[in-house]
Nanobody, 120 residues
Framework: QVQLVESGGGLVQAGGSLRLSCAAS????????MGWYRQAPGKQRELVAI???????NYADSVKGRFTISRDYTKNTVCLQMNSLEPEDTAVYSC??????????????WGQGTQVTVSS
């Protein structure tokens, strides 16, 4: 069992940057997979980035080269650094954690989400 709390969302102009953080209620060292998903109005939730306990990562094609996911084991957080933001990145971003693998994540724990709005 783990509780996840996101922070760092907000309003930013296109081309700007934001850093999202997801704080876990316990050590993340034993959590196999952690990730960030997003859902825009009227659209399905989609994977943004995912990271394994060993540090391997996968990204959605739309964010490759712009977003970076990372784990901080000293703070029990997973972060998403978002650069060169585009209006199409506007969505509610949620943190998730669980088992499985990068190719088959089984994420049973979710945060409440944080709004990211990118203005043109």
């Amino acid at each position: 069992q783990v509780q996840l709390v996101e922070s760092g969302g907000g309003l930013v102009q296109a081309g700007g940057s934001l850093r999202l953080s997801c704080a876990a209620s316990r050590s993340i060292s034993t959590i196999l997979v952690m990730g960030w998903y997003r859902q825009a109005p009227g659209k399905q939730r989609e994977l943004v980035a995912i990271i394994s306990s060993g540090g391997a990562t996968n990204y959605a094609d739309s964010v490759k080269g712009r977003f970076t996911i990372s784990r901080d084991y000293t703070k029990n957080t997973v972060c998403l650094q978002m650069n060169s933001l585009e209006p199409e990145d506007t969505a509610v971003y949620s943190c998730a954690a669980g088992r499985g693998s990068l190719s088959d994540p089984r994420l049973g724990f979710w945060g409440q989400g944080t709004q990211v709005t990118v203005s043109s």
